[in-house]
Structure formats: structure tokens, C-alpha cells
T-cell receptor, first 115, second 114 residues
Framework: TQLLEQSPQFLSIQEGENLTVYCNSS?????LQWYRQEPGEGPVLLVT?????EVKKLKRLTFQFGDARKDSSLHITAAQPGDTGLYLC???????????????FGPGTSLSVIP | EAQVTQNPRYLITVTGKKLTVTCSQN?????MSWYRQDPGLGLRQIYY???????DKGDVPEGYKVSRKEKRNFPLILESPSPNQTSLYFC?????????????FGEGSWLTVV
């Protein structure tokens, strides 16, 4: 069974601070995605990474896919209150029992940025 | 505007009273799925559909049914709801079931079974 773990589970920081959240698994994934979910809404895709070692930047957010494609990190520089939300990583890889690439979601990191 | 629309958004019902949560997408996506989100457990897949008339069980299908008669609609049916089905439910769609496709989520349906 593929499992994704995320750490920390909760994070509360002051505006302007930097932070990193982690997504780890013992399984290899074909691709890994990060989603952000705001209260009362569904998750929204931030980024997809597919190559081991890949780094993608989205304004103040930097995403990295591990060399072995088993883990990923999300770094936020100078966090702002608008970054508050639940950050979910989702790994996708071939499932031999189905004809599609099953997506596994991590439990999420709840981030609160205090003004 | 690309959308996944689910209804109702909020529902309180009693044990055993059948209910249906509707889901519709306007992106002509082949793949649709239902998730439930519970504290500490994250998003767990209930059922998914690769295309019209093709559905299969996810990780937590017990107590749920689905149908995919049309490409755009994927209703979730609880034939006899029980309190352990109290949860936040999300309908989602993507172009196909292949790795790396963007998953579009609805806004969620809060269901309470008393």
C-alpha cells in the first residue's frame, strides 16, 4: 500500500517568516502534485513535478521533487496571511490492478500565517 | 469557467434515509471521482469513474454507490446513511486517469448523519 506522510501537521508562523513542509513516502511516484485548500473550498492545484530532482518556483513558493521520486518539499519565502491554508501533496504512480495511475493524497499540513 | 459543481453543500440527515449528492463538471473530463475528507485521515477515494458507464471502487467504498450515465454527471448515493458517514465530501474530475493530470475539485458537501 502506498502511503504519503506530511510534516509538520500544523504550522503557525508570523508574517514574513520562511517555512518548509515535507512530503515523504517509501514508494516511487511517476509524478507528485501540491494542492492548497482554503477553508470552505476544495483543493486547488499549485504545481506538478515529474522528474527526480526537479525544482519549480511559483512566485514565493519553491517546490522540489526528490532525486528518487519518493519525497518532495515546499518552501515558502516571506509568508503572507494569504498563504494560510491546508497544503496537500498527492503522488501518482502506476497501480498494477487498474488501468489508471492511482493518486494518493497525504494528510496535509495546516499552515496559519499570523499578520 | 471550468467548474465542478456539487449539491447540496450542507446537509443534515437521519440514519437510514437515502440521499444523493449530485456532481457535475463542464470540462468534458473523462475521469471523475468522489473523496471524503476526515481530520487526520486526509482525502480518501470512495469511487471513481474512467468514463461513461465505467465505475470502480476506491479505498473506502462501503455504504456508497455511484453511477455514470452521462459524461458530465457523477452522483454519489448513500442508500442507508449511518453516523460514520458524517464527513466532508468532494467530487473531482480530471481529463483522464493518467499520472500528472490536474484534478479539479468541487467546493465540498458537508454531510452530517444523526
Amino acid at each position: 500500500t502506498q502511503l504519503l506522510e506530511q510534516s509538520p501537521q500544523f504550522l503557525s508562523i508570523q508574517e514574513g517568516e520562511n517555512l518548509t513542509v515535507y512530503c515523504n513516502s517509501s514508494s516511487v511516484f511517476s509524478s507528485l502534485q501540491w494542492y492548497r485548500q482554503e477553508p470552505g473550498e476544495g483543493p486547488v492545484l499549485l504545481v506538478t513535478v515529474v522528474t527526480g530532482g526537479e525544482v519549480k518556483k511559483l512566485k514565493r513558493l519553491t517546490f522540489q521533487f526528490g532525486d528518487a521520486r519518493k519525497d518532495s518539499s515546499l518552501h515558502i519565502t516571506a509568508a503572507q496571511p494569504g498563504d494560510t491554508g491546508l497544503y496537500l501533496c498527492a503522488g501518482s504512480g502506476s497501480d498494477m490492478k487498474t488501468s489508471y495511475d492511482k493518486v494518493i493524497f497525504g494528510p496535509g499540513t495546516s499552515l496559519s500565517v499570523i499578520p | 469557467e471550468a467548474q465542478v459543481t456539487q449539491n447540496p453543500r450542507y446537509l443534515i440527515t437521519v440514519t437510514g434515509k437515502k440521499l444523493t449528492v449530485t456532481c457535475s463538471q463542464n470540462m468534458n473530463h473523462e475521469y471523475m471521482s468522489w473523496y471524503r475528507q476526515d481530520p487526520g485521515l486526509g482525502l480518501r477515494q470512495i469511487y471513481y469513474s474512467m468514463n461513461v458507464e465505467v465505475t470502480d471502487k476506491g479505498d473506502v467504498p462501503e455504504g456508497y454507490k455511484v453511477s455514470r450515465k452521462e459524461k458530465r454527471n457523477f452522483p454519489l448515493i448513500l442508500e442507508s446513511p449511518s453516523p460514520n458517514q458524517t464527513s466532508l465530501y468532494f467530487c473531482a474530475s480530471s481529463l483522464t486517469g493518467n499520472s500528472g493530470n490536474t484534478i479539479y475539485f468541487g467546493e465540498g458537501s458537508w454531510l452530517t448523519v444523526v
